[in-house]
């Protein structure tokens, strides 16, 4: 089952502008990670954050942790119209375990 | 990165028949990998976890006489659909964690099989 909530289920914005993803979780986790997919292609690998971090950069993305509420924000800074696709987060409880995801924010971003 | 391919990237086969799915692991040994299922629009569900050298494990609902997996060696796993219905038609993707030091790193994705049974 999946344990992870998205919000917004759809987020739509123009080139430019700022795209923030929540995702919530249920239980205990050690790494958080954001993916993105293009429509019917696979998963790429976008960030990892383990339980013990607060905040994490790579490039145009922003990843915040909040353990106590069992929460994680993605933010992409100046989009672009290639950042069009759908984001998940998905949790490991342990290192190397099985990935649980979350429903998954489909971003599209208008030129 | 590290590069893990899926074959065959699309497929059609009649009702009834079976389907064998490849998993492989290019540059980097992966002594498990996972099989997950996404429907359209919807996010990826694990079907199961696939051990080299021993039996695959299958999530709650998952029929392990149907989802057939075989994880022969450390760059590869094969999932069959065996007598494939039209429900059976999705999107099947594959990822393998290398290991650094007993340590697994990021989940690497194959790029996702779509079976589509008539």
């Known amino acids: 089952s999946q344990q992870g909530e998205e919000d917004p289920q759809a987020l739509s914005i123009q080139e430019g502008e700022n795209a923030t993803m929540n995702c919530s979780y249920k239980?205990?986790?050690?790494?958080l990670q954001w993916y993105r997919q293009n429509s019917g292609r696979g998963l790429v690998h976008l960030i990892l954050i383990r339980s013990n971090e607060r905040e994490k950069h790579s490039g145009r993305l922003r990843v915040t942790l909040d353990t106590s509420k069992k929460s994680s924000s993605l933010l992409i800074t100046a989009s672009r119209a290639a950042d069009t696709a759908s984001y998940f987060c998905a949790t490991q409880e342990t290192s190397g375990s099985r990935l649980t995801f979350g429903e998954g924010t489909q971003l599209t971003v208008n030129p | 990165g590290a590069v893990v391919s899926q074959h065959p990237s699309r497929v059609i086969c009649k009702s009834g028949t079976s389907v064998k799915i490849e998993c492989r692991s290019l540059d980097f040994q992966a002594t498990t990998m996972f099989w997950y299922r996404q429907f359209p629009k919807q996010s990826l569900m694990l079907m199961a976890t696939s051990n080299e050298g021993s039996k695959a494990t299958y999530e709650q609902g998952v029929e392990k006489d149907k989802f057939l997996i075989n994880h022969a060696s450390l760059t590869l796993s094969t999932l069959t659909v065996t007598s494939a219905h039209p429900e059976d038609s999705s999107f099947y993707i594959c990822s393998a964690s290398p290991f650094k030091d007993r340590v697994a790193y990021e989940q690497y994705f194959g790029p996702g099989t779509r079976l589509t049974v008539t």
């Open positions: 239980t205990s986790i050690n790494n």
